[in-house]
Nanobody, 125 residues
Framework: QVQLVESGGDMVQAGGSLRLSCATS????????VGWFRQAPGKEREFVAA????????YYANSVKGRFTISRDNAKNTVYLQMNSLKPEDTAVYYC??????????????????WGQGTQVTVSS
């Protein structure tokens, strides 16, 4: 019913930047909170950032605060994740996820209903 498509993943050297995009298909996108998660090989999927329905409230994992910025353009049904000062430990498959809520978005995997297939980010040292 709802599809999310991530793009923008690439290979980059430490200290570089990438901008990920998450395009959604729903016509009620403005009521959805969206989160970004990542999963490295052998590790559980972890929270990275989230943004509420209006884009006013944003939340970040401590590991990315000051380096990553989440934003959204509801007119384009798209959420972005700007990643700066990338580190090798940022290497992972990055997923966007959505849930229909006007409240504070969750920082857990279980808080989201719809998921994209992910995009690979590789940061070399």
């Amino acid at each position: 019913q709802v599809q999310l498509v991530e793009s923008g993943g690439d290979m980059v050297q430490a200290g570089g930047s990438l901008r990920l995009s998450c395009a959604t298909s729903g016509r009620t996108f403005s009521s959805y909170a969206v989160g970004w998660f990542r999963q490295a090989p052998g590790k559980e999927r972890e929270f990275v950032a989230a943004i509420n329905w209006s884009g006013v409230n944003r939340y970040y994992a401590n590991s990315v605060k000051g380096r990553f910025t989440i934003s959204r353009d509801n007119a384009k049904n798209t959420v972005y994740l700007q990643m700066n000062s990338l580190k090798p430990e940022d290497t992972a498959v990055y997923y966007c996820a959505a849930t229909s809520t006007l409240s504070k978005p969750a920082a857990t995997v279980s808080g989201y209903d719809y998921w994209g297939q992910g995009t690979q980010v590789t940061v070399s040292s």
